[in-house]
């Protein structure tokens, strides 16, 4: 099978100057494009500057940074001299850096200029790391060290089964675990997202999702066919979706539930109007990683009447999106997730790995050459996670009579806000540390806006109380801004017998029945 970076050395033969990339900065008003000739020329310098500084095929090198087209040459880069990449998530603590570069021994890291001060600044606490290289143009920087390089190729034999990324994602225990891809996984999406959204050469998507979250894989369906993708970096909002869908003649795009949210919302309001805009060319709209009302898909085929829509599920350990879609075709069946895309198969298993029943609840279980070779220095939790072949996804489903899959609860304890996975333990270690709690229970609300919020659920020592406010305060000098609760609650936190949390019973309490919008 042919690697990605093999589709980027293709694409510069075939479509030397179709447009690969374009960079729109709304805020600064900037907008840089790239073609396909010019991409793989600097892919292939940043792999020589890499290899120059002893980078070799198996090693690992980090990256951190906002979308941008330095990003995807970068991440290429890597994966041409045979080395894995990285990527870290742009909102991660110091803490959470450390953590991650312990267990991948990153032996470069690369990264936007804008964190170079923090990079620069935990040196001591990354000792495999022998290169630092900030991707600006300042005196020793990428861009300085590509200045005169060869563009050629430096001939590394990529195999389909070589290892090529390594991605952090966390568990319900609340510790990132590090999912191991091939450049197999990288292939399947590829294949998956041209098919299951029927990619051509003259498709253009809009590209918003992070890439550090695998959400690399919506852009890869342009790469096999050898179309473009819009990546919008800085800001996002109605008008800028909609004025850059209309000024860059873009047919796709990838919104996650707040995004459409919010241009239902300022069509409604009047703030936007599809007057102001040519959106001709926009043929088609697909939604994942959250749950999706379909109310939702119903508002926005009111103002989109002959707009196509789709909805995509995927994850980490499965490649990132596309391992089930519903088909342009089904809207209809508009609330189910799907089926299996092209090169995927699936079930549905009981706790002894057994089919069950049409109708009835089980775990889905998918298969494929697309999923993870599994968690990087962790055999128990990939021996618990794929099983003869067969990765088990930890969510809860069943297949209605037309053979639809409809997602019915998370076995995990994911709190999606906002497209975002936000780990309950993670937030519930950083409460415990405050003197007057005795317990805490984090647990997802309903969100009309973000799908959920985070809800807490706090237990006060013995003889101790508080007030919302001292809590939003703590909260705000421990917790990045997307993890703090929205809503805080005093009240006993029920354990069982085995000294687990009852969440179950405070979801009951307090989750359901509600929906908050603000």
């Not at 390594?166 to 990132?176: Q, R």
């Not at 085929?301 to 829509?309: G, L, S, T």
């Not at 799907?338 to 298993?349: E, N, Q, T």
């Not at 807490?456 to 919302?468: D, R």
Request: aromatic share 8%.
């Amino acid at each position: 099978m042919m690697t990605v970076v093999d589709l980027v050395a293709r694409n510069a033969r075939m479509y030397p100057d179709g447009i690969a990339y374009v960079e729109v900065r709304p805020v600064s008003k900037g907008r840089t494009e790239i073609t396909w000739r010019a991409f793989n020329e600097r892919m292939n310098r940043i792999a020589r500057v890499l290899s120059s500084k002893g980078v070799k095929k198996g090693m690992k090198v980090a990256l951190l940074g906002r979308n941008s087209i330095a990003w995807l040459e970068v991440f290429f880069g890597i994966m041409a001299t045979g080395a894995w990449a990285v990527p870290l998530n742009f909102r991660f603590s110091d803490e959470d850096i450390k953590y991650c570069a312990d267990i991948a021994e990153p032996s470069i890291f690369l990264f936007d200029e804008e964190y170079a001060p923090r990079i620069i600044a935990m040196k001591a606490a990354l000792p495999t790391v022998t290169g630092y290289i900030p991707l600006g143009a300042g005196v020793g920087s990428l861009e300085t060290l590509m200045k005169d390089v060869s563009t050629e190729a430096l001939g590394i034999e990529l195999r389909d089964d070589d290892e090529c990324a390594l991605y952090f994602t966390s568990g319900t225990t609340g510790a990132p675990k590090a999912v191991l891809h091939a450049h197999s996984m990288l292939m399947v999406s590829s294949i998956t997202e041209a098919t299951n959204h029927e990619w051509t050469v003259f498709d253009s998507n809009l590209m918003m999702s992070p890439l550090y979250h695998l959400g690399i894989g919506h852009l890869l369906g342009g790469l096999i066919k050898g179309g473009c993708n819009v990546l919008v970096t800085e800001q996002v909002s109605p008008a800028i979706i909609l004025e850059t869908m209309s000024k860059e003649r873009a047919t796709m795009a990838f919104l996650l539930v707040p995004w459409a949210l919010d241009v239902l919302q300022a069509l409604d309001k009047g703030d936007v109007k599809l007057s102001d805009y040519d959106l001709s060319n926009w043929r088609l709209m697909y939604m994942g990683a959250q749950p999706i009302p379909p109310v939702l898909v119903k508002r926005w085929k009111a103002y989109f009447p002959a707009m196509e829509y789709d909805t995509t599920y995927g994850l980490s350990e499965g490649g990132g999106p596309g391992v089930v879609h519903l088909g342009m075709e089904n809207e209809h069946k508009v609330g189910a997730i799907g089926k299996p895309s092209l090169v995927w198969d699936l079930r549905i298993v009981d706790d002894k790995g057994k089919d069950v029943p049409a109708g009835e609840v089980g775990e889905f279980i998918v298969k494929s050459s697309g999923i993870m070779k599994g968690y990087y220095k962790n055999p128990e939790a990939t021996a618990r996670a794929i099983r003869d072949g067969w990765l088990y996804t930890g969510d809860l489903g069943r297949i209605d009579e037309d053979g639809f899959i409809h997602i019915v609860d998370r076995k995990k304890d994911l709190v999606i806000s906002g497209g975002e996975n936000i780990y309950p333990v993670e937030i519930e270690d950083a409460i415990r540390r405050h003197p007057k709690v005795h317990d805490v229970a984090i647990i997802g609300v309903p969100h009309e806006r973000l799908g959920e919020v985070v809800c807490a659920v706090i237990q006060c020592a013995a003889g101790e109380g508080m007030s919302t406010e001292e809590m939003a305060s703590f909260c705000e000098k421990n917790l990045p801004r997307y993890k703090r609760p929205r809503e805080i609650i005093f009240a006993n936190v029920p354990r069982n017998a085995t000294g687990k949390l009852e969440k179950p019973k405070l979801r009951e309490a307090y989750a359901r029945g509600t929906l908050k919008k603000t």
